[in-house]
């Protein structure tokens, strides 16, 4: 099988930077393939660059002038005879004019096609495709919102509050919650921005979405593979509720919010997703869980990696990193991995832990937890500089105990166990956390984090 693999994939070039370039390159290896790392000159001397068999700088700090330079990430596969491109997440792993160029330019393309990413790219058009598939969603707009007289007017037949974003990107970006008109204006000029922004003309009609704002909701998604043929399967579900301005910081898998018939009916439900949209490889379904009724809907849906993948590695003990690469060269692998015990990620950011503000800097010490259940993917180690122009994740510390009171212990040890000096880091944020009675008792929901910042009465 790996013979079969490294003839058909060839190198692989990972078009990505830090933790999960890093990860990715583990398993690269491991497979017997050649992995290749393409770097800014910011990123020369982190640990991903040194641990590739082969390296190529890209570019300057600025990422629109290297990991965002699709020429220049295309020259570097075509220099170092790379049959394959693996975007990790973020930068381009969404990017449906980046997978349809690596297709083009003769290489594997490690993902959804280019044509499911741009189906499930635009929210609208990913909304309206679940809803024909009968995969449930929030009471919004089916086409885009264009300026704030319809913002107002849709917003008066669905009902206030109302949350509002663009219709495309991802991670909560120029996302809002609009409880009556004067807050509707500003979030929508706020998403009317952000879209902009997106597509790069100002003078393009912005794509607003609207929909319900379900009050007290939990953030659940299911991660899928698509096989070879159109099978699809789910791998269960991840808890992604603990988030910081619409952002996840902390995830776990199974879900504390989700009984066994709603786990039931959000498996089948993104099946279906997966099934709507003709997914090949790896994806995740995105969901809001309503708390109160334990009903959901729809919320997104993306392609390849996320962050929090190795919470579902922790309890399947599956390499989902393997399972790309091998759908990506025609296997159909078999899985009978059964989710087991409780996992929990921590996204160790180069942030405040009261305002979330970055903190980038010089890093003078960094020792990372280690015993059983205990798994730390880091993009850094000492001696190396964490600096403003990435996003500030420095590491996904996560651990997997028997169960979920297993799963706390384990993180409240690895937690404090976990130094980092120099930049600034959200450990002690963390440690509060696993303190935290909402927390623990694992009824919370997206709303946790601002009831923990809350001023005092």
Known sequence: MVGVLIETLGPVLIA??????????????????????????????????????????????????????????????RATGAGAIHPGHGFLAENAAFARAVIEAGMVWIGPSPEVIGRIGDKINARNLMEAAG???????????TDLSLALKAAEGIGYPV????????????MS?????????KAYEQAARAASRSSGDALDGPDVLLERYVERA???????????????????????????????????????????????????????????????????????????????????????????????????????VELQLR?????????????SGHAIEFRVHAEDSERFLPGPGPITAWDEPTGEGVRVDSGYAAGDTVTAFYDPLMAKLCVHGSDREEALEKGRKAVAGFVVEGPESNLRFCAELLENAEFVSGDYDTGLVVRMRAPAA
Request: charged residues 25%; aromatic residues 2%.
């Open 327 to 339: 759908v990506a060269a025609g296997e159909s692998p078999e899985l009978r991995a059964e989710p």
């Open 218 to 320: 939990r953030h659940v998604e299911v991660q899928i593979l698509g096989l070879p043929g159109g099978r699809v399967v789910a791998l269960g579900e991840r808890d992604c509720s603990v988030q910081r301005r619409h952002q996840k910081v902390v995830e776990e898998s199974p879900s504390p919010g989700v009984t066994a018939e709603l786990r039931e009916r959000l498996l089948a439900a993104a099946v279906r997703a997966g099934e709507a949209v003709g997914c090949l490889g790896v994806a995740t379904v995105e969901c809001l869980v309503d708390v109160e009724r334990q009903e959901f809907v729809f919320l997104e849906m993306s392609t390849g990696l996320q962050v929090e993948h190795p919470v579902t590695e922790l309890v399947t003990g599956l390499d989902l």
């Open 135 to 145: 995969v449930p969603v929030a009471p919004g707009t089916r086409e885009p919102v």
């Open 177 to 185: 919650v609009a409880h009556d008109d004067e807050e509707l204006a």
């Open 163 to 174: 949350m509002v974003k663009t219709a495309g990107g991802g991670g909560g970006i120029g």
């Open 16 to 77: 990505n930077r830090g933790e999960i370039a890093r990860r990715i390159i583990r398993t690269v290896q491991r497979l017997g393939l050649r992995a290749i790392a393409v770097h800014s000159e910011a990123d020369a001397a982190l640990p991903f660059v040194r641990e590739a068999d082969e390296a190529v700088l890209i570019g300057p700090a600025d990422p629109a002038r290297s990991y965002l330079d699709v020429a220049k990430v295309l020259e570097a596969a």
